[in-house]
């Protein structure tokens, strides 16, 4: 029987999140208080151009805080997920784990 969007846990997935590179940038800050931009590239094996494009992206729907700050002379970009971004994520991950049970052995 097909599923319709009332039926489809999928329908409402949270596309921002989903897309896989900004799903491996937001599993990354879940499990951290904050990471520096060095630390999410190498974790997540994005290019710098990647890593700020994708960062950008949640940033503007203010799933993550980006904070620019110098240490010693040495530029640093920390990240850290916002509450609304672990809500987010959690509801995305709910969804994910929900769809994946549903479906017959």
């Known amino acids: 029987m097909p599923l319709n969007d009332e039926t489809d846990p999928l329908s409402n997935i949270d596309p921002v999140i989903h897309a896989p590179a900004r799903l491996k940038l937001i599993t990354q800050l879940y499990v951290v208080e904050e990471a520096d931009a060095t630390f999410l590239g190498n974790a997540t094996g994005l290019t710098w151009g990647n890593l700020s494009t994708h960062l950008r992206k949640l940033e503007e729907h203010q799933y993550v805080k980006i904070d620019k700050e110098f240490r010693g002379r ?10 609304r971004g672990r809500t987010a994520f959690q509801k995305y991950r709910t969804t994910i784990q929900t769809a994946l049970n549903d479906l017959p052995d």
């Open 74 to 83: 040495k530029p640093r970009t920390v990240i850290s997920l916002t509450d």
